[in-house]
Each structure stands twice: as structure tokens, then as C-alpha cells.
């Protein structure tokens, strides 16, 4: 089978065609015919940067699936040949990669395809889809009437996270840079949009919450500004990350009482955690999607499984809008 493997980490240069043998299966795992998959920024992370999460080397990444279940694995029950499936569940250390025709997954990391969403669209799902889920539904509890704040809704993870914020039944203001994004956000149901270039925090938190404060601050930016969020946050407000690897003064969360959550969805799947969670969680978006309560948006450009090394450098441009995805199977170059 052909994918697109690394010999060393570095630029988006170390790419490379390669064919390799077909893997199979093993119990309580399915082999999946790729469709599609997408890019992420911890795919970029891991193929600049290597161990200790990356896979070893010669190393196939890619942690999003999306494709037809070839065969299955001893002890796999859920799952049958010919059926359509998605998971984040691929590309990490002792794990193949999405990059290629073929990957062989953990069945209990993976969830039936959405029904009314193209493969293009689903393979744009999984890893921001659990990313802000278990941000906003598993950890601060998102309850109607809540009055969210998400950091960057424009973005990969912020618009997928504006949709289940909503569904949760929560008013929803996030941040955005341009005129255009604002448009994005709200398409996505965001209730307000900050221009936070032009606003200051102490400004849009008077003019929106009556000076109280948000009851939680999702950054979904993927920067290094926690100082931001909990500015935004009211006393004992919960306030989550999707990236904590930096200095930051806690004082504020202290006098304020906050609640921290840091969300590295890779954890699961690397330590073996309740890995079935993740195949819940997609299970509950896939029902939202089929609710009309949540789609992704996909970036314009188009790139396929010979291309991964101008998505990954499309990605870190910092020009894309929306999803990045890679088009593996015939069926997706179609749509």
C-alpha cells in the first residue's frame, strides 16, 4: 500500500512516497481503507519536533481516520467489513498513521461515520471534535444558561467547540480577528463575536456580563495568553486550555477561585485511559450532526495523499480557514 512516511523530523521537505506492506489487524482492532484524513497542529508538531510522542521511525503520521472497515480484528463486535467509520486514532508512538491507504486502529477509539456529513467533511472531525467536547461537556459541565466564552471560534477547534457549546443549550461570545471570521463564528451559532484587537478585556467583560464575568473561558488558540482567560472568567468560573506548556502567574486563578482545566486529547490514546471514551463522544457528535446541531468548516484548498507536505505547509502559513483535509480514496477527490 502506498503512504506518505518520514525517515527524519524536520521541515515539510521530509516527506516521501513509500510503499509498505498491508498491515493487519490484531485483536480488538480494525483495519480501515482511508478515505480521507486531515491535518492538524500536533501532526505538524510531531513531524517538526519527533519523539517522545511521535512515531518511530521510518514513521507514517496523520491522527485522523476516516474511511470502510476492511477487516476486523479478533474480539471486535461494534464494527463489520464495508462499514463506514471515523476516529482520531492513528500517528503516535506504536500506532500507523493516517497518511496512507490503509491503517489498522483500535476499535474502541473509533465511532460509525456520520450519515449526512461527505468524507471530506468527517475526516475533519475527530481529534477537534473530542478536543473541545471533553473541554467543554466532560470537564466544565457546559449547562444551559451558562454564558461561554471561547478564545479563537474561527479556528479549528473554536468552531467545532461555538456548536457543541450551544447544543449544551449556553450563550455563546468568542473572539475573532476580522470581519470575515466574525462571520464564520456566527454562521456556527456564536451569540456575540469580540474583535479582541480592538477591544480590551475589562471593556467586552463590563459590556457583555455586566462586569461578572464569564462562567467559562475556553482558549481554543493553541497560544500562550492564560493571563487573557482568566481575566474573562468570574469568581469560581472554570476556565480550559488546549495548550498549558508554558510559564504563566497563577495568581489571578487563586484570587479568583478558578478552576484550570488543561485538554490534551492525545492522553487517551497514549496511556490507554478510557479509550472507549473518545468512541462515545464521536458516537453523541454523530447524532448532533444528524440533529442539524453541528458541521465542520473545511479550508478551500484541496490537497491529496501526494500533497500531504503542502497541506502541512498550507497549515503552518497560517493562511488556512478551517480544515485542513487529505484526500486518500477516490471517493473523496469526488466530492
Known amino acids: 500500500m502506498q503512504v506518505q512516511q518520514i525517515r527524519e523530523f524536520g521541515g515539510t521537505d521530509v516527506f516521501e512516497t513509500a510503499e509498505v506492506p498491508m498491515p493487519e489487524p490484531g485483536p480488538r482492532q480494525i483495519r480501515v481503507r482511508q478515505i480521507a484524513s486531515s491535518v492538524n497542529p500536533v501532526d505538524t508538531k510531531l513531524r517538526a519536533s519527533g519523539p517522545p510522542i511521535a512515531p518511530a521511525l521510518p514513521a507514517v503520521l496523520g491522527c485522523d481516520v476516516a474511511g470502510i472497515v476492511d477487516a476486523v480484528g479478533e474480539g471486535v463486535a461494534r464494527f463489520e467489513t464495508g462499514q463506514a467509520v471515523y476516529g482520531c486514532a492513528a500517528g503516535v508512538v506504536n500506532r500507523g498513521g493516517g497518511y496512507g491507504e490503509y491503517v489498522v486502529v483500535d476499535a474502541n477509539l473509533m465511532s460509525a461515520a456520520p450519515k449526512t456529513l461527505s468524507w471530506r467533511e468527517t475526516a475533519a472531525m475527530p481529534l477537534v471534535t473530542i478536543t473541545a467536547w471533553e473541554a467543554l461537556v466532560d470537564r466544565c459541565r457546559t449547562a444551559p444558561g451558562d454564558h461561554v466564552l471561547i478564545h479563537g471560534g474561527a479556528g479549528g477547534v473554536g468552531h467545532i467547540a461555538i456548536q457543541i457549546a450551544k447544543a449544551q443549550g449556553a450563550r455563546v461570545t468568542t473572539t475573532v480577528s476580522t470581519d470575515f471570521k466574525a462571520e464564520i463564528a456566527h454562521r456556527c451559532g456564536a451569540d456575540e463575536t469580540i ?75 497514549l496511556n490507554g485511559v478510557h479509550p472507549d471514551h473518545h468512541g462515545v463522544i464521536l458516537g453523541k457528535a454523530a447524532g448532533l450532526v444528524a440533529a442539524g446541531q453541528m458541521a465542520p468548516r473545511l479550508d478551500k484548498r484541496r490537497f491529496t495523499l501526494a500533497e500531504v507536505a503542502a497541506a502541512h505547509a498550507h497549515l503552518e502559513s497560517g493562511d488556512a480557514i478551517g480544515k485542513i483535509v487529505i484526500d486518500i480514496g477516490d471517493e473523496a477527490r469526488r466530492q
Open 195 to 269: 474583535r479582541y484587537r480592538e477591544e480590551a478585556v475589562a471593556d467586552y467583560v463590563e459590556r457583555l456580563t455586566a462586569g461578572r464575568g464569564f462562567d467559562i473561558v475556553f482558549d481554543a488558540t493553541g497560544g500562550s495568553d492564560l493571563a487573557t482567560s482568566f481575566a474573562g472568567a468570574r469568581v469560581n468560573g472554570q476556565v480550559a486550555t488546549i495548550v498549558s506548556q508554558y510559564t504563566a502567574d497563577l495568581t489571578p486563578m487563586h484570587t479568583q477561585s478558578l478552576t484550570l482545566h488543561t485538554i490534551f486529547m492525545l492522553t487517551a490514546m
